[in-house]
């Protein structure tokens, strides 16, 4: 019953920066985290951020200091500000959605982002 959409992905240069949105709807009384993480070819999924509703947050070692995850106006959408990209962030970036109580998770389509020259 919940839909999860991302979107933002795209091409940029090393050292430039991205903005993905990522968007949940449907019924559900409360989110318990939301979260982003990527997949490339011949690597496992791996967490890369979640954040509450109330904006505590966890990052990957990886991307600390480079990439910054927030709540929207609404707490249904989330934003992961990417700046800094190295050609080892190129993967898809998937969105996910925590249910609270019940810990049901929903995944997005995902949204490529390539970093290269």
């Known amino acids: 019953q919940v839909r999860v959409v991302e979107s933002g992905g795209g091409l940029v240069q090393p050292g430039g920066s991205l903005t993905l949105s990522c968007v949940a709807s449907g019924s559900f009384l409360s989110i318990y985290t939301m979260g982003w993480f990527r997949q490339t070819p011949g690597k496992q999924r791996e967490l890369v951020a979640t954040?509450?509703?109330?904006?505590?947050?966890n990052y990957a070692d990886s991307v600390k200091g480079r990439f910054t995850i927030s709540n929207g106006d609404t707490k249904n959408t989330v934003y992961l500000q990417m700046n800094s990209l190295n050609p080892e962030d190129t993967a898809v970036y998937y969105c996910?959605?925590?249910?609270?109580?019940?810990?049901?998770?929903?995944w997005g389509q995902g949204t490529q982002v390539t970093v290269s020259s």
């Open positions: 996910n959605t925590v249910l609270a109580f019940t810990g049901r998770v929903y």
């Open positions: 954040i509450t509703p109330g904006s505590m947050t």
